[in-house]
């Protein structure tokens, strides 16, 4: 019998289905594994970047302009243009950024050969066991030893920790050989910085931008049946942030295995539409993968499950998208497309007025009747609507922006990411009445959006603070014109899901909009990019400079500006300094761009040390700190009456009258929420910020209640500042000042009425500048429409006596990752305590468990966090602690002095 070619396409066709069902059946009953690989790692830095291998990405610049304490505006200047070098990696590497350029004339080809194959670390029979061992998330920079000086190689910028350096990390693969003929990928959730990945000796890729999370595919190399020798070098530069950042395999790795036809990296995009309380249109794309040799031809298959506020699955589907057949070339991509209808959808919103719903589609992808991928997809069902005179609106009702900006380090533990650290410094803004992140300036976690998502925070996504102009000489601007593209497009395809992301901010102050014209057209270049990424969220870029009338605003859809709201360096206690100066702008930007949103992304930037109160206060409402003005440059701590600033900032106060003046303003976002590791304005000696509303040990300072008192006027509260603790001012003038949500109040110095106030229009805080210091009792009294509200007392204590701990939490996993945050403070005898007391504490621990930091939030405090000593710093200092994995049982932990009385308290660390 004489067979035709389509007889033969058919015989191929079936031949290949069979071949590609044998693998598939070889599969493990999940078609899709995402394995953790955190632990097990092998871990070496050089001690010098002189000493280091030459494997690298590419050339840098030399550095001549080390100061890292310029102002945060000053003005960004141009990139030192490199020579092309050959003996570089950089050509291996474009190639994973690739499936994020969109011209595919502009993708990249591997070079032959294969670089580093030589080098021994790379290599399966290299010795590591004298490597340090190391668990992931980890940051290799956190454990110090600060380096302190004027002269130091890294500067309070930085945050004065070894975080620049080149090292390596190995790691075995076991890969069965059951895993045959499935694809195999890295993927990696964020390695600062210039990663570079080796599998059994050859260089699979890399990613150098640090923040983005990027996939190696590991397919090629990879030899089922056998030990995998996985490499993977990591080159942090120095100078290259106004922050710190961090170094190493600093977030989560997984292994991801698939069957070779599936959904792709970030496959899936949900799409709500048409959404009211009785129904939603959800659209949905999902992008498959054949990296088989033949055509696969497969069903797809979506059901979409509704979630409970604890993110369990309900046991039936909500809606089910129509199966889609579709043939899949060898090689090739698709994107297929589907609607649904839900009905009474329940609605993702904020919280407290609304609640986070989510939903989960699960996609599935069948071959020949058998499931070969399932792939889930965390998503919300959302309106947002953005009104230029009343602000953002979600799900029809008005939403202000309670906002506050975060750096991506978690204090003592550094940049390592730990859900349960993110989880607390959420919690406490959620306390203070924050509902909306600023991610500042970079990509987060994948967990912190998976957070924001279930603990119903608006976020602002932000990818860059800066473009082709450098701010630090070694900043993500040598990167720019090679992978901008890719990074944006990374950027939102893994995260343009989560419901919480309102709005996509693709750069921060960039040089840029000093450079007119060509800036804007820059901006615009980026702008489209997100925009073909969604079409659904607004695009924003923040501005300290750039003017109504310049061509950078008229860009994106959202005007968000930093500090020029309440205009910089424009009140009294200003007149005179450099730089930037400004009245408030949001009126020209508003009759400019009467369409447009307009949003305070960064406001206030006011300083301060918790506890730390100086003498005389300044008598307006915001000033910049001086030596004698609200900082004391020697003890390197900035006065907590909440009204000193950063030259270009403005205390809480100024904002809020710039922003009740201007009532279109959609809300704002604080500098900062949480103190971070670096840019210690206005004192670089030390090492740590100064704007947080809450401490880096995660202890509120005062403005914590200013804000408090603003964000959720309903809640009953007062709060008295300084402390009351004075032995050396008797008699002379100690301001005092009240938080509350009352508008009036009447404050009592040992039962002597200091006077009742009412508090006037654009006022926030109540002052009695003029009180006489006397030991006792302070208490205060508001009221609100007339009626008694709330009450505060606080009162002069006794000397430390004792040691108190309390834990955050007394239950914790033992999954090696949950944590305990136990405070201890400094007592007197009636269980007060001392806010001057500043003593030595030792921890210990016993049972399965281990202290992982200590911290005390003072800016100046160079002792390294992981060690078990550690002074108070007034009154306060934090130990945390952590099960070890998979060993429940009771955690002692004990905190002794060599004066005061030790304190020992328990925690369950359970399965
Ligand atoms: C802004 C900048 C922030 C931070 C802040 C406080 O200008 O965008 O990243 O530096 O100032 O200094």
Not at 453 to 469: H, K, R, T
Not at 649 to 668: C, E, N, Q, Y
Not at 835 to 847: C, E, K, L
Request: hydrophobic share 35%; glycine share 8%; with cysteine.
């Amino acid at each position: 019998m004489r067979t035709t070619s389509f007889d033969k396409r058919i015989i191929l066709l079936l031949l290949a289905s069979f071949f590609i069902l044998f693998h598939l059946s070889a599969q493990t009953k999940s078609p899709r594994d995402k394995i953790l690989i955190n632990d097990g790692w092998r871990f070496f830095k050089y001690t010098t970047l002189s000493e280091a291998d030459s494997l690298r990405y590419d050339v840098r610049p030399m550095v001549k302009d080390e100061r890292d304490d310029k102002p945060a505006d000053s003005r960004p200047t141009e990139a030192v243009k490199l020579e092309r070098a050959g003996g570089v990696l950089k050509p291996w590497i474009m190639p994973t950024g690739n499936p994020f350029v969109k011209d595919p004339k502009k993708r990249h080809i591997r070079p032959p050969g294969n670089p580093g194959a030589d080098f021994p670390f790379v290599q399966t029979n290299f010795d590591d066991s004298k490597w340090e061992q190391v668990q992931l998330p980890h940051d290799w920079a956190i454990r110090g030893p600060f380096q302190q000086g004027w002269n130091s190689e890294v500067g309070g910028g930085m945050g004065r920790l070894p975080s620049h350096g080149v090292a390596w990390y190995r790691k075995e693969l076991d890969i069965p050989s059951s895993d045959d003929g499935k694809s195999i990928y890295l993927d990696v959730d964020g390695a600062m910085s210039y990663a570079m990945v080796w599998i059994n000796g050859k260089l699979a890729g890399g990613w150098p931008y640090g923040y983005n999370s990027f996939r190696v595919n590991l397919t090629p190399y990879l030899v089922p049946g056998s030990s995998n020798q996985l490499a993977i070098r990591i080159d942090n530069p120095p100078s290259s942030s106004r922050w710190y950042p961090g170094g190493g395999l600093y977030r989560n790795v997984w292994l991801t295995k698939t069957s070779p036809v599936h959904v792709s990296h970030w496959g899936t995009f949900v799409k709500p539409r048409e959404i009211s309380k009785n129904s939603a249109v959800i659209d949905l794309d999902v992008t498959l993968e054949n990296t088989y040799r033949s055509v696969a031809d497969v069903e797809v298959n979506t059901k979409i499950y509704a979630l409970n506020l604890k993110g369990e699955r309900a046991p039936r589907p909500v809606a089910n998208y129509k199966p889609l057949k579709l043939s899949l070339g060898s090689g090739r991509t698709l994107t297929t497309s589907g609607s649904v209808t839900i009905n009474n959808p329940k609605l993702w919103g904020p919280l407290p007025e609304q609640n986070p719903n989510r939903y989960a589609a699960v996609t599935t992808v069948s071959m020949n009747g058998k499931i070969i991928d399932s792939y889930e997809t965390i998503f919300g069902i959302r309106e947002l609507r953005f009104d230029a005179k009343k602000g953002v609106f979600v799900n029809g009702q008005r939403i202000e922006l309670k906002g506050v900006n975060q750096h991506h380090d978690l204090g003592s533990l550094g940049a390592a990411f730990n859900k349960r650290a993110a989880e607390r410094q959420l919690e406490l803004l959620r306390e203070m009445g924050c509902n909306a992140i600023r991610m500042a300036h970079n990509p987060p976690a994948p967990e912190l959006l998976a957070l924001t998502d279930s603990m119903g925070f608006l976020v602002v996504n932000e990818i860059y603070d800066g473009w082709e102009l450098k701010k630090t000489p070694l900043d993500f601007h040598l990167i720019f014109p090679d992978w901008h593209e890719q990074d944006l497009r990374a950027f939102i395809r893994r995260d343009r899901n989560h419901p919480s992301i309102i709005m996509w901010s693709f750069g921060n102050e960039v040089g840029e909009q000093y450079t007119g014209e060509q800036g804007a057209e820059l901006a615009r270049r980026l702008n489209t990019i997100v925009k073909e990424e969604d079409m659904s969220r607004p695009t924003t870029l923040s501005m300290n400079y750039a003017k109504a009338h310049m061509p950078l605003p008229g860009v994106a859809d959202i005007i968000s500006l930093n500090y020029q709201g309440e205009g910089i360096r424009n009140g009294a206690a200003y007149a005179g300094l450099k730089g930037i100066n400004t009245q408030p702008v949001f009126p020209e930007f508003h009759s400019q761009y009467p369409d447009k949103v307009i949003v305070s992304s960064e406001n206030a930037a006011t300083l301060s040390s918790r506890g730390e109160y100086m003498f005389p206060i300044f008598k307006g409402n915001s000033s910049p700190v001086r030596g004698g003005q609200g900082g004391d440059s020697l003890r390197l701590q900035v006065s907590a009456y909440e009204i000193y600033t950063v030259d270009f900032g403005a205390s809480p106060d100024k904002v809020f009258a710039t922003m009740d003046k201007h009532p279109f303003v959609a809300g704002g976002f604080v500098w900062s929420g949480w103190d971070y590791l670096g840019e210690p304005s206005p004192y670089y000696l030390a090492r740590s910020s100064y704007f947080g509303i809450i401490d880096l040990a995660g202890f509120k300072k005062d403005r914590f209640y200013l804000y408090q008192s603003r964000w959720k006027p309903e809640m009953p509260m007062a709060h008295i500042l300084p402390h009351w603790n004075w032995p050396d001012r008797v008699g002379l003038t100690t301001p005092v000042h009240v938080f509350t949500s009352g508008d009036e109040a009447e404050l009592f110095l040992n039962g002597k009425s200091q006077g009742r106030k009412k508090m006037a229009r654009y006022e926030y805080r109540f002052r009695w500048d003029e009180v006489r210091y006397a030991p006792g009792e302070l208490k205060v009294v508001s009221y609100k429409d007339g009626k008694k509200w709330a009450e505060e007392t606080i009162k002069t204590t006794g000397g430390a006596s004792q040691l108190q701990l309390s834990a955050d939490r007394q239950s914790i996993l033992c999954d090696g990752s949950d944590l305990s945050f136990i405070t201890l403070q400094v007592t007197d005898k009636a269980g007060l305590m001392v806010p001057t007391a500043n003593d030595n504490i030792r921890f210990s621990i016993q049972g399965p468990g281990e202290i992982v930091a200590t911290d005390n939030g003072d800016p100046a405090n160079f002792v390294s966090f992981l060690s078990h000593e550690r002074k108070t710093f007034n009154g306060l200092c934090l130990v945390i602690v952590r099960g070890k994995k998979g060993q429940p049982g009771l955690l002692t932990i004990t905190a002794e002095s060599d004066t005061l009385k030790a304190h020992t308290i328990t925690i369950n660390s359970r399965q």
